[in-house]
């Protein structure tokens, strides 16, 4: 699935207007960052929401043709964790890691097998998303009331634009982007509304934040994606939107200088993506790429793991095989992932 497997639910809170425009700026990084569609709730951007279905991590899953060990690093400890790893010495970093090689193995048994680490890996995502909803429902609703109004939401995240001009507002303005943005987020907001009283209660509000996580988001999600990448507003992804999307060439490259892996995209996209071979993928088949309903990210993460480390091929790993395999699953001190290894409480 290569990039568009790369997911995850990056999430940014923004307390005023200065945020909001920092959010915007993001809106030029295609490719890696996930999304901004809410501002002050950390509603994923448009770039995050191309690939929210494997929502394991914010980094692609493959960079210049090799698996990137930052997505393994997101997917092995959740990406909630992954800032402070570089503020560790390498041999606390491995104590540590020992430490969640035991939690993994529930039975106890002394290995690590595929459905423990697979199960580990859905845990570490559970918690990320459960944490931030809970921080981002309690932001929006100090009271703890049952639901959250529309109207309540828009004025706290969007309400400084009820002061700006028409010509603010107006096309190629910053104003201008924060509109497209509020109605981005009005679209997903309906999406998660289920009984359409204009109001979320948690359930929903997790929805809402989370679009990748809910099957019944996954419309919404194939919609934001295709307007991304769909760059002449044509209603479908050609050939050359999807490679740019992921690929920018250096001035004065050719596609026969492209890298393997690109040229490997492009053979995807006319064998398999596009199955009509109308030389587009519309939005059944930007559905079919971004969301396919039997595939399990969880488990095709952990079978990667597995294989990089199974130094014996036995299909299940010991604790010296993952210390071997140390910066495939917490980095290196060149990363800064790890906040896992960081939480005192667990250590």
Request: proline share 3%; aromatic share 10%.
């Amino acid at each position: 699935m290569h990039n568009r497997i790369a997911a995850a639910s990056h999430k940014i809170t923004i307390h005023d207007k200065l945020q909001v425009t920092a959010r915007i700026k993001m809106l030029t990084s295609l490719y890696i960052a996930l999304a901004i569609t809410a501002v002050f709730g950390g509603v994923p951007n448009p770039e995050e929401t191309k690939r929210m279905m494997d929502h394991l991590s914010d980094a692609e899953h493959y960079r210049n043709e090799h698996h990137n060990k930052q997505f393994d690093h997101d997917a092995f400890l959740g990406e909630d964790q992954a800032k402070t790893f570089d503020q560790l010495p390498p041999e606390e970093s491995k104590r540590r890691l020992g430490i969640i090689v035991d939690k993994i193995d529930s039975d106890h048994d002394g290995f690590v097998t595929l459905v423990e680490l697979k199960d580990w890996i859905r845990y570490t995502q559970k918690r990320y998303i459960d944490e931030d909803v809970d921080r981002h429902w309690k932001q929006h609703n100090p009271e703890n009331t049952e639901t959250v109004s529309w109207e309540a939401y828009r004025k706290t995240v969007y309400g400084f634009m009820d002061e700006m001009t028409s010509s603010e507002l107006s096309s190629n303005s910053e104003g201008f982007a924060y509109r497209n943005l509020m109605k981005r987020d009005r679209r997903r907001w309906h999406y998660a509304d289920g009984n359409q009283d204009d109001a979320l209660n948690r359930t929903e509000f997790a929805s809402f934040l989370h679009p990748e996580d809910h099957s019944g988001m996954r419309d919404v999600v194939v919609l934001e994606t295709l307007e991304d990448i769909d760059k002449d507003n044509d209603g479908k992804v050609s050939l050359e939107e999807y490679i740019g999307d992921m690929y920018k060439p250096e001035d004065g490259e050719s596609v026969d200088d492209e890298p393997d892996w690109v040229k490997q995209e492009r053979e995807q996209f006319t064998g398999y993506r596009d199955t009509n071979k109308d030389g587009y993928m519309d939005e059944t088949e930007v559905k079919d790429w971004i969301a396919p309903p039997e595939f399990d990210h969880a488990e095709a993460e952990a079978r990667h793991l597995v294989f990089e480390a199974d130094g014996d091929a036995d299909e299940k790993l010991t604790k010296e095989e993952v210390l071997d395999k140390y910066d495939l699953f917490v980095g290196s001190q060149a990363t800064d992932f790890g906040e896992a290894l960081a939480r005192h409480d667990e250590f």
